[in-house]
């Protein structure tokens, strides 16, 4: 069974740099073809994606927060920390961990692969506040 | 990046009766292979997202027939051939052919009547 679990403070102030861990269980991220993904939440509205680290170390982040994201792993431990450096209250959210796996297709082209995010955490909330 | 957009973003619907959202992206997420990269969530009120149809049309696991994903390019359809009450929650549409960055559409909330 697959599962993934954030942790990180639930308030950080202004300015402060949040490190947000997930935690998972039931894959590696050593295997070809698995990546972790960052999504978050604010109060109420859609969600909006992050960044993903690949099991090849590849890492993506949003472009309009790719200068305050930082993500990273660790294999052995099977966590995917994510930074974010300079918080606003904008950045109040529930972020979510989800596990984005690599599946081959057979298509009339030939053969193909795609991503998908088939299992999530249950988020943690982050408020930035004074 | 592509923007996702759906329709309507409030949807009340009486139990039994079927259901359609529509999602629009600003440029086509038709791949080479002929698969079209889109993907459908639901967030239960309290829950986390979870993953409905992938391609476009592809069940995952689980997830009952009444769900349908349709359309191709730029114009897709969930439909919901019967509402039942565990089916409300807030519906996303998300693109993964340009991805990364994913891009999710504004969600749809689903009520019901």
């Known amino acids: 069974q697959v599962t993934l679990r954030e942790s990180g403070p639930a308030l950080v102030k202004p300015t402060e740099t949040v490190t947000l861990t997930c935690t998972f269980s039931g894959f590696s991220l050593s295997t070809p073809g698995m990546c972790v993904s960052w999504i978050r939440q604010p109060p109420g509205k859609a969600l909006e994606w992050l960044a993903r680290?690949?099991?090849?170390?590849?890492?993506f982040y949003t472009t309009s927060l790719k200068t305050r994201l930082t993500i990273s792993k660790d294999t052995s431990k099977n966590q995917v920390v994510l930074s974010m450096t300079n918080m606003d209250p904008v950045d109040t959210a529930t972020y979510y961990c989800a596990r984005i796996r690599r599946e081959f297709v057979v298509a009339p082209a030939g053969l193909s692969y795609y991503y998908y995010m088939d299992v999530w955490g249950k988020g943690t909330t982050v408020t930035v506040s004074s | 990046d592509i923007v996702m957009t759906q329709s309507p973003l409030f949807l009340p619907v009486t139990p039994g009766e079927p259901a359609s959202i529509s999602c629009r992206s600003s440029?086509?997420?038709?791949?080479?292979?002929?698969?079209?990269?889109l993907d459908w969530f639901l967030q239960k009120p309290g829950q986390s997202p979870q993953l409905l149809i992938s391609l476009g049309f592809n069940r995952s696991s689980g997830v009952p027939d009444r769900f349908s994903g349709s359309g191709s390019g730029t114009d897709f359809t969930l439909k919901i051939s019967r509402l039942e009450a565990e089916d409300v929650g807030v519906y996303y549409c998300m693109q993964t052919l340009q991805a990364p960055p994913y891009t999710f559409g504004q969600g749809t909330k689903l009520e019901i009547k």
């Open positions: 440029q086509s997420l038709l791949h080479r292979s002929g698969y079209n990269y």
């Open positions: 680290i690949d099991w090849d170390d590849s890492k």
